[in-house]
């Protein structure tokens, strides 16, 4: 499973960015996808998931209300629209498929396959 990150860049407070994977190499359809980001120094952190068939996403509390997690199964691609960001969510944004059964998961050690990252800067 591959999996391309993209749509990270420099943006000022306040602002909106975008981030797209597109997944290859398995059935979209039947992966879990979530978004996890790691900034300078720290560990990684679960920010947002959904499920195989959509339904209810789950997002870190730092982030509820200001991030939407989005796929389109027919362009077997998840987004990650966050809005009103902050410095604090300066981080390499990483996307991450799971392949187990039932529901997303909101523990990073569930994901199975990882994108490459995709940085994005918040400046104050």
């Known amino acids: 499973v591959q999996l391309q990150a993209s749509g990270g860049g420099l943006v000022q407070a306040g602002d909106s960015l975008r981030l797209s994977c597109v997944v290859s190499g398995r059935i979209f359809s039947s992966l879990h996808m979530g978004w996890i980001r790691q900034a300078p120094g720290k560990e990684r952190e679960f920010v947002a998931a959904?499920?195989?068939?959509?339904?209810?996403?789950y997002y870190a509390n730092s982030v509820k209300g200001r991030f939407t997690i989005l796929r389109d199964n027919a362009k077997n691609s998840v987004y990650l629209q966050m809005n009103s960001l902050k410095p604090g969510d300066t981080a390499v944004y990483y996307c991450?498929?799971?392949?187990?059964?039932?529901?997303?998961?909101?523990?990073?050690?569930?994901?199975?396959?990882w994108g490459q990252g995709t940085q994005v800067t918040v400046s104050s």
């Open positions: 991450a498929a799971d392949t187990a059964q039932g529901i997303a998961s909101m523990d990073i050690n569930e994901y199975d396959y």
């Open positions: 959904i499920s195989r068939r959509g339904g209810t996403p």
